[in-house]
Each structure stands twice: as structure tokens, then as C-alpha cells.
């Protein structure tokens, strides 16, 4: 079945960086666009970055250009999302998902948290 593990959230100071990673499972991971989207308490999810087929195309929410980067390794079913300049704002739950055949699926998330 269609399975997503996030990896590499953690406790980080100010301006500090992270790498987070989504292992993908269950389906041809190469023909599917990854979404990275941000949860805090209380609100919804929202896109924080996606990226097509390949590094050519992805998307940044104004909040994160120029400090994230999104990318893909289909030799190993990956979606990494480098984070840099971490900001206390940044702080959420950080979950990978994918849409195919008209179901969104989800991973469980991973917590960042960027704290003094």
C-alpha cells in the first residue's frame, strides 16, 4: 500500500538548519509530484513547498524562499526538504503527502521545533 515516512525533524536553535526526508513506498514514486506542508496547533495544514517530477519544477510558499529547498532522489523513493535560516516561526509539524487516484495519502510527520 501507498506509505510515507517523514525523518530528520528535531530541536534547532535560531538560524540554525535542517534536512527533512520522505521515504516513499507502494507506488511508482517517479510518476508523482511530493507535497511538504507545515501544521501548528489549532490550524490547518499548509503547503509549505512541492515539487513535480523532477527538481525542475517545484513551489515555495512566500514564507520559506530563499531558506528551504526542496528535492528528489527517484533512485531512492526520497523527498528532501533542506531547511536553513530557521526562524521560531518555523516550528510545526512537517508532513509529506501525495495525490493519486483521486486519494491524498499522508505520512505520520515529524515535529520541528526552533528554539534558543
Known amino acids: 500500500q501507498v506509505q510515507l515516512v517523514e525523518s530528520g525533524g528535531g530541536l534547532v536553535q535560531p538560524g540554525g538548519s535542517l534536512r527533512l526526508s520522505c521515504v516513499a513506498s507502494?507506488?511508482?514514486?517517479?510518476?508523482?509530484?511530493i507535497t511538504w506542508y507545515i501544521q501548528t496547533p489549532g490550524k490547518e495544514r499548509d503547503v509549505v513547498a512541492s515539487?513535480?517530477?523532477?527538481?525542475?519544477?517545484?513551489y515555495y510558499d512566500d514564507s520559506v524562499k530563499g531558506r528551504f529547498a526542496i528535492s528528489r532522489d527517484n533512485a531512492k523513493n526520497t523527498v528532501y526538504l533542506q531547511m536553513n535560516s530557521l526562524k521560531p516561526e518555523d516550528t510545526a509539524v512537517y508532513y509529506c503527502?501525495?495525490?493519486?487516484?483521486?486519494?491524498?495519502?499522508w505520512g505520520q510527520g515529524t515535529q520541528v521545533t526552533v528554539s534558543p
Open positions: 507502494g507506488f511508482t514514486f517517479s510518476n508523482y509530484g
Open positions: 515539487i513535480g517530477l523532477d527538481d525542475s519544477l517545484t
Open positions: 503527502a501525495t495525490h493519486l487516484g483521486g486519494s491524498t495519502y
